[in-house]
């Protein structure tokens, strides 16, 4: 996997909402302006595609939870990668919480 930690913030979050033929442009956008060469882009692409197809998922919580939580770490992070990401590290404390 690819670790895109760092990059400069862009002006919208990715919709997982939305259908993906409805966010491939502004994702598109996205990696555009944070990558110059086209290999990058489209390395942050399958990144794009494969964050948005995770956040379809619930990542083991209780649906109304992972919306919540969803709807955190999109408001933290711009990119459905890092979006996914998000939702991984809160799904292992959420883990965490459950067995104390």
Known sequence: MVSLTGLPSVAL??????PWSAEKESAAERCEKSFAAFQLQAICMDGERDGY?????NFGMPADIAQKVK???AKN??????????????????????GY
Do not use: P, S
């Not at 197809?53 to 998922?57: E, L, S």
């Not at 992070?77 to 459950?98: R, W």
């Open 13 to 18: 979050a990715g919709n997982w909402q939305k």
């Open 53 to 57: 197809g995770k956040m379809q998922g």
């Open 71 to 73: 709807t955190r770490c």
């Open 77 to 98: 992070f711009d990119a459905f990668q890092l979006q996914a990401v998000c939702m991984e590290n809160e799904k292992e404390g959420y883990a965490k919480i459950k």
